[in-house]
């Protein structure tokens, strides 16, 4: 039981390079979450997936795209990587949503954009 | 405005020592969900608690404990007799349980960087 994985561990892009962030969960969740972590910001909420099928905006979503391919995997991808986008990137899910439910994390990807 | 403010950045403490770490949240939702997260050097986030509005009761597990006070919005949580082990940055976070727009998403605080000296 892997729980939540994520792929890339780190990743270093030039300014206007794509790239998509994998994430898989393997605990039979509906809802899953992308976040960023900047020094001093503590975690924000960029898009969330409430259940297999559905897609919404977080806090900060511009510049990225979301796929909820089925039920275990979201993806995040960055069509054109800017500076700003440097950060670490934290994929989560949860059993329900809206229901207070604990969040579980992956381990987080380190993006560094030139 | 912040949701939730975890107003002190840094804490120092010496191994032994009891520290609280603040938390003050802000919503107006009748029923809304706090929780704790540690994150140590190794950068994964670690759950450690979740309350929900209508339990008030304090709770201790272990060393830990945590202080949750609707009258002045706050949940804070104390570690006794602290390690060095200890040593993270913890995230306060709330989730909201209404019908709005906020239905669901968990927001964070800025964090505590907790550092225990041997």
């Known amino acids: 039981n892997a729980g939540v994985t994520q792929t890339p561990k780190f990743q270093v892009l030039k300014t206007g390079q794509s790239m998509t962030l994998q994430c898989a969960q393997d605990?039979?969740?509906?809802?899953m979450y992308w976040y960023r972590q900047d020094p001093g910001m503590g975690l924000r909420l960029i898009y969330y997936?409430?259940?297999?099928?559905t897609t919404d905006k977080g806090e900060v979503p511009n510049g990225y795209n979301v796929s909820r391919l089925n039920k275990r995997e979201f993806s995040l991808r960055l069509e054109s990587a800017a500076p700003s986008q440097t950060s670490v990137y934290f994929c989560?899910?949860?059993?329900?949503w809206g229901s207070g439910d604990e969040q579980f994390f992956g381990p987080g990807t380190r993006l560094t954009v030139l | 405005a912040q949701k939730v403010t975890q107003a002190q950045t840094e804490i120092s403490v010496v191994e032994k020592e009891d520290v609280t770490l603040d938390c003050v949240y802000e919503?107006?939702?009748?029923?809304?969900?706090l929780f704790w997260y540690k994150q140590p050097p190794s950068g994964e986030l670690v759950f450690l608690i979740r309350r929900n509005s209508f339990d008030e009761q304090n709770e201790i597990s272990g060393r830990y404990s945590w202080n949750f006070q609707k009258s002045t919005s706050s949940f804070n949580f104390t570690i006794t007799a602290s390690q060095v082990v200890d040593s993270a940055v913890y995230f306060c976070a709330l989730s909201e349980g209404g019908r709005g727009s906020t239905l669901g998403r968990l927001y964070f605080g800025r964090g505590t960087q907790l550092t225990v000296w041997p």
């Open positions: 989560a899910s949860s059993e329900r």
């Open positions: 605990m039979n969740h509906n809802s």
């Open positions: 997936s409430a259940s297999e099928g």
């Open positions: 919503t107006r939702d009748t029923t809304y969900y």
